[in-house]
């Protein structure tokens, strides 16, 4: 008795000197090989030759644990509307914390007005319905929904919008509202700050800016801003 009760008490002081479980459960766990390092989502991406960091990073108004993806376009660019298809299919599949927002430029007089009119169609929400129908009237139809001064443009972006079974009463007062307004001012100080030269221009959490050419191509594009999303998500 006397020696099973020393083996006893030796087998447990060894096992306490070499940190070994004194359960089978610990032990086992203590078995598993240690879990090898997340791989690196921008590890194929090189900052300055595929994406560009923003310095100072311009805050998102997304919700915490979202990351926002900015598309900077314009209604006339015809890169955009290439894109914008894609982008539609991207919004199907693309990771669960991206919240994706559009931004129109107003470089000129008739960017400005399409600002206009794609705010004014947020406000009414009907942007989700007729985006990309404003896109084909343009670059299919050859209508350009912009007129000589913001009297002929509001007529012909008002004529379009009824013909699509907008109100025209309402669309004519929130493209003259005060909200819509802000809302173009606004575009134009986030672009300036993205400090976009061109479009289609694509901006994640307000810190890295790619776009088509810089990434190689548009499937290549949407990849990295998947990759810069789940960077971000980590953080």
């Known amino acids: 008795m006397a020696a099973r009760a020393l083996r006893s008490a030796f087998a447990l ?4 000197a070499l940190g070994v479980a004194a359960t089978p459960q610990a032990a086992a766990q203590a078995a598993k090989p240690a879990a090898a390092p997340a791989a690196n989502p921008l590890a194929k991406w090189q900052a300055g030759r595929h994406y560009r960091v923003l310095s100072p990073a311009v805050p998102s108004s997304v919700a915490p644990g979202k990351v926002e993806v900015v598309e900077v376009f314009w209604y006339g660019c015809g890169a955009c509307y290439i894109l914008d298809p894609q982008l539609e299919s991207w919004k199907r599949t693309k990771p669960a914390t991206a919240e994706f927002v559009r931004v129109p430029v107003v470089w000129n007089d008739s960017a400005k007005r399409h600002a206009k009119l794609f705010y004014t169609l947020q406000a009414l929400k009907q942007d989700g319905r007729l985006h990309t129908k404003v896109f084909d009237a343009i670059h299919r139809g050859g209508t350009p929904l912009v007129g000589r001064d913001d009297a002929s443009s509001l007529a012909a ?9 907008v109100d025209a009463t309402a669309f004519t007062n929130t493209w003259n509202s005060m909200s819509v ?8 100080d986030l672009v300036r700050r993205y400090r976009a030269e061109g479009t289609p221009y ?5 810190k ?9 191509g548009v499937p290549q594009m949407l990849e990295l801003i998947n990759a810069l999303v789940a960077a971000e998500s980590r953080r």
Do not use: E
């Open 13 to 16: 002081l060894a096992s306490l």
């Open 208 to 216: 890295y800016a790619t776009d088509m050419s810089m990434a190689g």
């Open 181 to 188: 307004d802000v809302k173009v001012r606004q575009a134009d």
């Open 157 to 165: 972006q008002r004529d379009w919008a009824k013909a699509n079974g």
């Open 202 to 206: 694509m901006v994640v959490a307000g």
